[in-house]
């Protein structure tokens, strides 16, 4: 089909064929490329349904254009015009599938259950790993206090030292309810704790041992603090404590550091696939894994910054946490169970 | 390769074939170093700014809320608008940091202002669609290769060892840095892990047709027999040196076209031109003809890489 813009003389009066099969075509390249653009400055609604229901068509026309012009034609500006035009019309095409929306749709809606069902043996070996570093943290202060000093950092240990009497740790978990700015410290922990679990999976790059290290090295922290308070009789009060934030703070930690293990297992057996290519598989699926952990963190700071200071009494801290943890469970192991094998990435 | 190979003028090492759905070659080209590093620093650039800007109209902000509510002297309703100015301010550097990246990539041009302003976008390795899972992969990725050790390095300069925490932060910040240079197709980590590639968008605008441009300037090309080359006079050159003539042409500078109207006449024997607009038409008729026939023989599946070929 010949949409000669020009007039047909135009045609015959260019000398060479090449230029001649140019100038036939060309009114179809420059429709191409206005749609083109129109669509990359995200002008998605100056489009008219007319021109996104030819797009798919032009596309493969100009591209069979091209093809035919690499081997009839030695007009190099064309050539790489051409190119230029299906290399965009392509990322058009293919690129992402820009609403945030859909994608989070779709991403809440079973794609990242899938996810962290999918990475479920990083998340054992993860969660083995973690109890490991609590127990660890309780036996190296247990058997030396200075211990303590090395594993909690001293900013955050403030009145909750070893020797420290039962009521001034009571004071620590209890009567916080009229501390001001407690929005600010959620939002303040909130920042903290993402760039800490980025880290934990980012780590996983190096074969997944440095997420090791990182999730061993937090949890010793809390069994070190665990000891402390159960030498003060407080074991279930310290518990009720954490666990209002903690189930889904630490769940967002495993799932992180799962995820990173998930990357430097993949990397490190990758089996039948390259390398690259086994490390490009899991990191799309441990990123949606880690989208769900910012999520949680969130959560987990809010909880954090508000509910553990508003609810003052244990049994209301264990009613939270553990319905938290029920919750988590329950969305990421048994929400969507049936269609888990589709959306899987 | 070979089945497009003379299709531009330069080859390097950095033109990769990336087979579409359709089953058409795509040619790209990987992006260059020192390109990825270029927008990468303008990326921060802006970043800084927006940052910048942020706290700025926020302190001042914050300014302004102190003034208003010092005479209600009512300190509880200051304390939770100021409160609020801060989750603004640490949930606005958060989105910045992280964001930042993630919501330009996504976007229709795959690319951040950094990248657009240097002329690279993303691109999914294996030919299909770029997902939102791999732009959130190679972007966490970030973190550990360049915030991770700007931290390290601010903070152990701040405390006073600076010695060993400095030297192991800088040799990590090498090790990515330096991850392009480690293989094949210029990766850095985050873009392993997620199976992206960076190349050149490069934008050509569709320049005239050659053998149109100027109808009669052609036809009189025809009828004179000076502007008729013979078989043995075409022969001497090939497809590389037909296509820098090409360039010569669309750029249409005098000296050049004179130059090189000089060195063809001397090659085929005939007398150069007295001035730029004779050479010129020298020149275009030369280009119609060579091309016609390097085209004929194209069609008949013989090709002439260049003059040695």
């Known amino acids: 089909m010949a949409t000669a813009t020009r007039a047909p003389d135009a045609i015959e009066a260019a000398a060479l064929r090449s230029d001649r099969f140019r100038l036939e075509r060309e009114a179809d390249w420059k429709r191409l490329e206005s749609i083109v653009q129109k669509m990359e400055k995200g002008r998605l609604r100056k489009v008219s349904d007319e021109d996104l229901l030819a797009l798919p068509v032009l596309y493969r026309t100009v591209a069979s254009s091209l093809s035919i012009a690499r081997e009839t034609s030695l007009d190099a500006a064309t050539l790489a015009y051409l190119e230029g035009l299906v290399q965009r019309a392509w990322f058009v095409v293919y690129g992402p599938r820009a609403s945030l929306g859909s994608w989070l749709r779709k991403f809440l809606g079973g794609g990242l259950s899938a996810s962290v069902r999918g990475i479920w043996p990083d998340l054992l070996v993860a969660f083995a790993v973690m109890v490991a570093g609590t127990v660890v943290g309780w036996l190296l202060v247990e058997s030396d206090v200075e211990w303590y000093y090395a594993l909690v950092?001293?900013?955050?240990?403030?009145?909750?030292?070893?020797?420290?009497?039962?009521?001034?740790?009571?004071e620590t978990i209890f009567g916080n309810q009229e501390q001001a700015g407690m929005g600010a410290f959620a939002a303040y922990l909130f920042s903290n704790n993402a760039q800490v679990s980025i880290l934990a999976f980012a780590l996983g790059f190096a074969f997944g041992v440095p997420s090791l290290l990182l999730l061993v090295q937090n949890l010793a922290l809390l069994g070190a603090m665990l000891w402390l308070y159960s030498g003060a009789g407080l074991t279930l009060e310290f518990v009720g404590w954490l666990s209002v934030h903690g189930t889904t703070e630490l769940f967002a930690i495993l799932l992180a550091g799962g995820a990173g293990l998930h990357i430097g297992r993949s990397m490190a057996f990758p089996g039948e696939?390259?390398?690259l290519q086994a490390a490009a598989e899991a990191g799309r699926r441990s990123a949606q894994v880690m989208a769900g952990v910012i999520l949680m963190l969130v959560i987990a700071a809010m909880l954090e910054g508000f509910a553990r200071q508003l609810v003052d009494d244990t049994g209301g801290r264990l009613a939270i946490g553990g319905f938290m943890l029920l919750f988590?469970?329950?969305?990421?192991?048994?929400?969507?169970?049936?269609?888990g094998s589709e959306v899987a990435a | 390769m070979s089945a497009y190979a003379p299709t531009r003028l330069r080859r390097s090492d950095r033109d990769r074939v990336l087979v579409t759905p359709e089953g058409i070659a795509l040619p790209f080209t990987l992006s260059g170093r020192g390109t990825r590093a270029g927008a990468l620093f303008l990326d921060f650039a802006f970043i800084s700014i927006?940052?910048?800007?942020?706290?700025?109209?926020?302190?001042t902000i914050a300014g302004g809320t102190i003034d208003m509510l010092e005479g209600a002297s009512d300190l509880s309703a200051l304390g939770h608008a100021l409160q609020f100015l801060f989750i603004l301010w640490i949930a606005a550097m958060f989105l910045f940091r992280n964001a930042y990246f993630l919501y330009f990539e996504l976007g229709p041009k795959g690319a951040t202002p950094g990248k657009r302003i240097t002329g690279i976008r993303i691109a999914a390795r294996d030919g299909g669609r770029l997902t939102a899972e791999m732009v959130i992969a190679r972007n966490l990725l970030r973190d550990i290769e360049l915030f991770l050790?700007?931290?390290?390095?601010?903070?152990?300069?701040d405390g006073g060892d600076a010695g060993a925490a400095g030297v192991a932060a800088l040799l990590w910040f090498l090790i990515f840095a330096f991850f392009p240079f480690f293989n094949r197709d210029r990766l850095r980590a985050g873009d392993i892990i997620a199976g992206t590639w960076v190349v050149e968008a490069?934008?050509?605008?569709?320049?005239?047709?050659?053998?149109?441009?100027?109808?009669?300037?052609?036809?009189?090309?025809?009828?004179?027999?000076?502007?008729?080359?013979?078989?043995?006079?075409?022969?001497?050159?090939?497809?590389?040196e037909l296509q820098t003539l090409e360039r010569v042409l669309r750029d249409n500078r005098a000296e050049a076209v004179l130059k090189v109207q000089e060195t063809i006449a001397g090659k085929i024997g005939r007398s150069p031109a007295p001035d730029a607009d004779e050479a010129r038409r020298f020149l275009s008729a030369y280009y119609t003809q060579l091309r016609a026939r390097l085209e004929a023989g194209m069609r008949m599946g013989q090709r002439k890489a260049d003059k040695h070929g």
Do not use: N
Not at chain 1, 153 to 170: E, K, M, Q, W
Not at chain 1, 330 to 337: E, I, K, P, V
Not at chain 2, 149 to 157: E, G, M, R
Not at chain 2, 214 to 232: K, Y
């Open chain 1, 153 to 170: 950092p001293g900013g955050l240990a403030d009145a909750r030292v070893p020797g420290a009497s039962a009521d001034t740790l009571r």
């Open chain 1, 328 to 339: 988590w469970c329950a969305y990421f192991f048994a929400f969507g169970r049936g269609r």
């Open chain 2, 149 to 157: 050790p700007l931290v390290f390095i601010s903070a152990a300069s």
């Open chain 1, 273 to 275: 696939r390259s390398i």
């Open chain 2, 202 to 240: 490069p934008r050509h605008k569709l320049a005239a047709a050659m053998s149109v441009q100027g109808a009669e300037e052609a036809s009189a090309v025809d009828r004179s027999p000076d502007m008729r080359f013979s078989d043995e006079e075409l022969a001497v050159y090939g497809e590389y």
């Open chain 2, 50 to 59: 927006l940052m910048i800007a942020t706290t700025i109209a926020l302190l």
